[in-house]
């Protein structure tokens, strides 16, 4: 599966001078944490070191330390020397920083996703980690790199957000300890870390799941829950993408479901499609990849062409299909 060790990514991160470290469009906890904290690191080695995203830093984040090098990248490409991919499972889901970087040397892929196809020339992708931030502490701490509190702050962030509060179930021993080990050497403050992440969302964050909620439809014996957002009650709501980050998990937590589903309607045609699973013989990855997108087995995305009815529609069959080979 993946085919570098740590010790040959440590000798580029050392060997070279210009690094562009880049994260998945409409990133995650776990892609700006993880982003962030190798950028610091990379720093203290002296290093020069460029942070983008597509979507740059988003509101929500915008507590994490040093969030300010976070960017949306130039339009024009600039030179770096070794382009670092960072949670993302497919290379073009790094959107538009793909153009900024064209003159990278070397790349360097970084993930935590099975379906990643192993892009690039340098590749860690551990499917076992429950979050990108995990591998690159275990990077940090294997190659002797920098670890302060800044650093340690983004990569709890990173984990304790793709875990989900360390409870789905990737979460192992090894996940506790290497968040002990960054609460102690960054003197964490785990509740204040946890207030900025869990609850201190925007009010219309709650007024669009209450409008969700009404779309909610149960399927194939409840064991399917989906909802579905429309781009007018985006547009009424004024709700920003990242609002809608954790939502399904309300659907995912009814006794019963075993797929949650959530389709929203976007402005280029496509609707997104997030979906979860609570059993491994479910495995919504394999679904997400029959619509060209990917994941994990517990949780994945596409993004498919079509309009909303049409999209629900040929997705929650292909749910049918995989809960009557699981049963
Ligand atoms: P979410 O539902 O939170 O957007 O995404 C769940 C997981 O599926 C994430 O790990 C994410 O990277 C992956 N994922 C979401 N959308 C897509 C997509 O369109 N393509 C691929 N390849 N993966 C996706
Ligand atoms: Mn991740």
Redesign the pocket.
């Known amino acids: 599966m993946s085919n570098t060790t740590f010790d040959e990514i440590g000798r580029a991160l050392r060997g070279h001078q210009r690094f562009a470290i880049l994260g998945?469009v409409?990133p995650?906890g776990d892609a700006l944490g993880s982003q962030l904290a190798l950028a610091l690191s990379l720093q203290q080695l002296g290093k020069d070191v460029r942070v983008w995203n597509e979507d740059g830093m988003l509101e929500k984040y915008s507590f994490l330390p040093r969030a300010e090098l976070l960017t949306k990248p130039p339009s024009a490409a600039e030179d770096v020397d070794v382009a670092i991919a960072l949670d993302t499972?497919?290379q073009n889901?790094l959107g538009n920083t793909l153009a900024a970087v064209r003159s990278a040397k070397i790349w360097i892929n970084i993930d935590h996703?099975r379906?990643n196809p192993c892009y690039g020339d340098l590749v860690i992708v551990d499917s076992t980690a429950p979050a990108t931030g995990e591998i690159i502490f275990n990077l940090i701490k294997s190659q002797g790199l920098p670890l302060d509190h800044d650093i340690a702050e983004n990569l709890y962030a990173a984990i304790s957000t793709d875990t989900g509060s360390f409870q789905y179930p990737k979460t192992s021993a090894r996940t506790f300890d290497t968040a002990a080990e960054l609460v102690r050497v960054g003197s964490l403050d785990v509740g204040q870390i946890s207030q900025q992440l869990y609850e201190n969302y925007p009010r219309r964050r709650l007024e669009l799941l209450r409008e969700l909620l009404r779309t909610t439809r149960f399927d194939f014996g409840e064991r399917t829950a989906s909802f579905s957002l429309t781009l007018k009650t985006a547009a009424n709501l004024h709700v920003l993408p990242e609002d809608n980050?954790g939502l399904?998990d309300h659907l995912r937590a009814i006794r019963g479901v075993i797929v949650a589903v959530f389709f929203e309607e976007l402005a280029d045609g496509k609707v997104r499609v997030?979906?979860r699973s609570k059993d491994e013989a479910v495995d919504v990855c394999a679904i997400?990849q029959k619509f060209g997108?990917?994941?994990?087995t517990l949780?994945?995305?596409?993004?498919v062409r079509g309009s909303l009815a049409d999209v629900e529609k040929k997705v929650l069959e292909q749910i049918r299909e995989a809960l009557k080979h699981r049963s």
């Open positions: 998945h409409r995650d499972a497919i889901r996703h379906s980050e399904i997030s979906m997400c997108g990917g994941g994990h949780a994945a995305g596409a993004r």
